[in-house]
T-cell receptor, first 116, second 112 residues
């Protein structure tokens, strides 16, 4: 069975601090996808990144970076120099790979509060 | 705006009433998904369609729930005889297989 664990329920930081959100996943599939979504107070899930199980390269996009490590089944997300607008709930998700339903299995989310 | 849209955004109903939600996917996306999110939790998969065919239903989808996508475009999710436990955010997403799911703004349901 597939499972995603986000152990950090809530994180509070002061603006400009760096923050890392942890994600640990379980799957028996050799091909899978990992995702991060952001959910601001409005409720809409905003896509941030998708990573294929065969691609372990870390990725950086502006202030955001992602560290994918298959050896520890982790897909952590770091925000550098956090801003108040980063305050939201962040979800890590997992789906099976090619020729599957691609349904997403979500973690329980990490609520990030960035204080001015 | 060519994103996923959902209607209504908010719905308050009394226990026992029927409700119907609509989702319009991104036009070129042939897959459409429904999820349910309760307070403090991540979204949970309910069902999905490929074109007009409903290919999978979660055990969460009791017999009071029914979803359709009659022409392979928009989809409806109906809940009959609503219960207080049905109060949640209902999210719709669409995708091209192998790509990324994009979500709509959701419908918040409150059953009194």
């Amino acid at each position: 069975a597939q499972k995603v664990t986000q152990a950090q329920t809530e994180i509070s930081v002061v603006e400009k601090e760096d923050v890392t959100l942890d994600c640990v996943y379980e799957t028996r599939d050799t091909t899978y996808y990992l995702f991060w979504y952001k959910q601001p107070p409005s409720g809409e899930l905003v896509f941030l990144i998708r990573r294929n199980s065969f691609d372990e390269q870390n990725e950086i996009s502006g202030r955001y970076s992602w560290n994918f490590q298959k050896s520890t089944s982790s897909f952590n997300f770091t925000i550098t120099a956090s801003q108040v607008v980063d305050s939201a709930v962040y979800f890590c998700a997992l789906s099976k790979g090619v020729d599957s339903s691609y349904k997403l299995i979500f973690g329980s989310g990490t609520r990030l509060l960035v204080r001015p | 705006d060519t994103g996923v849209s959902q209607d209504p955004r908010h719905k308050i109903t009394k226990r026992g009433q029927n409700v119907t939600f609509r989702c319009d996917p991104i036009s070129e996306h042939n897959r459409l998904y429904w999820y349910r999110q309760t307070l403090g939790q991540g979204p949970e998969f309910l069902t999905y369609f490929q074109n007009e065919a409903q290919l999978e239903k979660s055990r969460l989808l009791s017999d009071r729930f029914s979803a359709e996508r009659p022409k392979g475009s928009f989809s409806t999710l109906e809940i009959q005889r609503t219960e207080q436990g049905d109060s949640a955010m209902y999210l719709c997403a669409s995708m091209v297989p192998g790509e990324t799911q994009y979500f709509g703004p959701g419908t918040r349901l409150l059953v009194l």
